[in-house]
Each structure stands twice: as C-alpha cells, then as structure tokens.
C-alpha cells in the first residue's frame, strides 16, 4: 500500500467516526461534564476546520470553504477553529443546524478525497505553511488530522460513554 493509499484508508475511519459523532439528540451532542472540557459539538466543528484549514489553504493554497454563510447556517463561530480557546468559550460552541453542519463537513472531506487522488507519494514531502514555519504535506496531514483527530475521537467516546451512549463506530472492529 503506498503512503497515499495509506492516507486514504486511515482518513476514511477518521471520518466515519466523526460522522457517526453527529448522532445524538442535541443535548447529547452539546454535553459538558461539570469538570470542563469540550462537547461533540465543538469537537465536531473543531475537527473540521482545522481540516478545512490544513486541506484548502495550506495545501490547495486556496479558499476554505468555511464562508460567513457557512456560520450562520450552522450557528458555529466565523472566526477561529477552536485553536487556543478557552474552555468558557468553547462550551458556548453551538451547532444549531446538524444538517447543515453535515452538508459543510460533506464539502470539506469531499475536498480532502480531491487532493488524495491527486497526490503521489513524492507530493508529501512537498513543504507547505505551518503556524510555526513550515511542515510536509505528511506531516500536516498525518499530525494535525490522523493523530489530531484520533485524539479527539476518544473524547467524544468519553463524553460518549458519561451519558451512556454507545462508543462511535461501535459495529467496526469489535465482537
């Protein structure tokens, strides 16, 4: 399997799971422990931007698809993705329009899979901007999605798990 292939194949459970992520009643998915944290919901938006950010303006070297349009029809902030925030500001992160949410995600990953297909191995060790200088292709895609959002994945499970939901993709790799 090439390292693109591999990209690809990874991405995808990536994705599944935070598509399975947007299942849940709304106060589900806008859950905060008493303690802090983040919900689903931030999470959920958090991911995705950074995705929007890394895919279509560090790599593409192009718009985000992240609009003011894209804000108010979601209820999500314009500004920011989550980066830096403080945990009051974070817990006020809404998604009033789940569908819409899912639409622009939809938009975002169908961006990612464009530049997969088009990419070759050797295009990963192109360098592109990072927020302290510059990084490869790979690495932009393996630390802040793959790993980034893996670790993200197991928050939503915990917040998941405090409310007695099922784990996200629960039917995949368990018996």
Same mark, same amino acid.
């Given at each position: 399997?090439?390292? #693109?292939?591999?990209?690809? *194949?990874?991405?995808?459970?990536? %994705?599944?799971?935070?598509?399975?992520?947007?299942?849940?009643?709304?106060?589900?998915? =806008?859950?905060?422990?008493?303690?802090?944290? =983040?919900?689903?919901? *931030?999470?959920? *938006? =958090?991911?995705?931007?950074?995705?929007?950010?890394?895919?279509? #303006?560090?790599? @593409?070297?192009?718009?985000?698809? &992240?609009?003011?349009? &894209?804000?108010? @029809?979601?209820?999500?902030?314009?500004?920011?993705?989550?980066?830096?925030?403080?945990?009051?500001?974070? !817990? @006020?992160?809404?998604?009033?329009?789940?569908?819409?949410?899912?639409?622009?995600?939809?938009?975002? *990953?169908?961006?990612?899979?464009?530049?997969?297909?088009?990419?070759?191995?050797?295009?990963?060790?192109?360098?592109?901007?990072?927020?302290?200088?510059?990084?490869? #292709?790979?690495?932009?895609?393996?630390? %802040?999605?793959?790993? %980034?959002?893996?670790?993200?994945?197991?928050?939503?499970?915990?917040?998941?798990?405090? !409310?007695?939901?099922?784990?996200?993709? #629960?039917?995949?790799?368990? =018996?």
């Amino acid at each position: 399997m090439s390292r #693109v292939e591999h990209i690809k *194949w990874s991405l995808a459970f990536v %994705h599944r799971a935070l598509r399975d992520a947007c299942n849940g009643t709304d106060e589900q998915i =806008h859950f905060v422990p008493e303690f802090g944290s =983040h919900s689903i919901a *931030w999470c959920l *938006w =958090h991911t995705t931007r950074v995705e929007d950010m890394i895919v279509n #303006v560090r790599i @593409k070297e192009s718009d985000p698809i &992240w609009s003011e349009e &894209w804000a108010a @029809k979601t209820g999500l902030p314009f500004d920011g993705n989550g980066n830096g925030q403080s945990d009051d500001d974070a !817990q @006020k992160v809404t998604i009033i329009n789940m569908e819409n949410f899912i639409e622009y995600q939809k938009l975002v *990953w169908e961006s990612t899979a464009e530049l997969l297909e088009k990419l070759t191995d050797s295009d990963l060790s192109k360098e592109v901007k990072s927020r302290t200088g510059t990084e490869q #292709v790979d690495e932009s895609i393996s630390l %802040h999605m793959l790993g %980034h959002f893996n670790g993200h994945r197991g928050e939503m499970n915990f917040l998941r798990g405090m !409310q007695g939901m099922d784990p996200l993709l #629960v039917r995949e790799g368990t =018996h």
